[in-house]
């Protein structure tokens, strides 16, 4: 089958990318408005961009037929301040509970019954039950795609500090089986990162 993008409808596409480019890791992002009300999201359009400085990159799709922009996108345009917390499969439950639509005055910290905790460079609070949290301070958005349903954002990252549990790392190597990540399928699917091989890079000749 050979497919044409400009001939599919939007959810058509979603499906067929979704579907293909996995798993996802998650980024559950805490942000904060001006008045300082807490949100708390996750999104699964998400990857490293840098090293040097520490660059995170996620993607908020507009919502709905209407193509609302995230409340993410809205709290991190007006403070450039949000933390980036990396999903562990004991609160999968409580991460989900927080992908509903909720007014933008709403903490989803009391719905998912999440431990806010206190960040160092930035407002936002992380989720303590995450193994690994980094707070970011906004680099850069760049628009993607059109102003309508299936269009969103780059949000562009610097990680300004690292909250990471002393359990977990070791020579600065971090353990994929006690960070527990969670991978984002399609639909409602998610998967575990148990069943591992390995192998190695060729040498450069």
Do not use: W
């Amino acid at each position: 089958m050979i497919l044409d993008p400009k001939n599919l409808s939007q959810q058509e596409c979603y499906k067929i990318l979704t579907g293909s480019v996995l798993p996802r890791p998650i980024a559950f992002v805490s942000s904060m408005d001006e008045a300082g009300h807490s949100n708390l999201a996750p999104f699964s359009f998400f990857t490293i961009a840098a090293t040097v400085p520490p660059t995170l990159v996620f993607c908020p799709l507009r919502r709905g037929p209407n193509a609302d922009r995230k409340d993410t996108l809205n709290n991190i345009e007006k403070t450039g301040e949000y933390v980036v917390n990396i999903v562990s499969e004991d609160f999968a439950e409580a991460m989900n509970s927080t992908s509903a639509d909720f007014p933008p005055e709403t903490d989803e910290f009391e719905i998912s019954g999440l431990t806010p905790a206190g960040s160092k460079m930035v407002k936002p609070n992380r989720v303590l039950e995450s193994p690994v949290s980094f707070e970011c301070k906004l680099k850069a958005i760049v628009p993607a795609g059109n102003d309508g349903p299936g269009g969103g954002n780059i949000i562009i990252g610097e990680v300004v500090m690292m909250h990471i549990r002393d359990e977990v790392i070791e020579n600065f190597r971090i353990d994929l089986k006690k960070i527990s990540p969670l991978g984002r399928l399609a639909g409602n699917f998610y998967c575990r990162v148990t069943d591992l091989f390995e192998i190695t890079r060729p040498e450069t000749k």
